[in-house]
């Protein structure tokens, strides 16, 4: 069982910056993939990123490359999202995940919703114009 918990959302104008931070619990964490996806009001979940057990492979959805950068230190439990240049597009729920992989090796490895096995609660980003 892997519990994760979000926090450092809030309100950012355009072209802003953001941190977001998800902290796990359990002893699994330094063996898994981490994943962030982000869900707009009547839109479906959808991917933003994810980074390897290692941290050495990270995966971007086109919408965020170049803008969001995905990091974790497996020895605080931890993995973030520095997200700048932030657009008004961009306003969702962010949740972190956790994957059954360690290292995908193919697409939906990464940006599938069902390659995920555990999910926090979710952090609001809203960026103004």
């Known amino acids: 069982q892997v519990l994760l918990v979000e926090s450092g959302g809030g309100l950012v104008q355009v072209g802003g910056s953001l941190r977001l931070s998800c902290t796990a619990s359990g002893r699994t964490f330094s063996t898994k993939a981490m994943g962030w996806f982000r869900q707009a009001p009547g839109k479906e979940r959808e991917f933003v990123g994810a980074?390897?057990?290692?941290?050495?492979?990270?995966n971007y959805a086109d919408s965020v490359k170049g803008r969001f950068t995905i990091s974790r230190d497996n020895a605080k439990n931890s993995v973030y999202v520095q997200m700048n240049s932030l657009k008004p597009e961009d306003t969702a729920v962010y949740y972190c995940?956790?994957?059954?992989?360690?290292?995908?090796?193919?697409?939906?490895?990464?940006?599938?919703?069902?390659?995920?096995?555990?999910w926090g609660q979710g952090t609001q980003v809203t960026v103004s114009s």
């Open positions: 980074i390897s057990w290692s941290g050495e492979r990270t």
């Open positions: 995940a956790a994957s059954r992989f360690g290292s995908p090796t193919y697409a939906s490895g990464w940006s599938g919703v069902s390659s995920y096995d555990y």
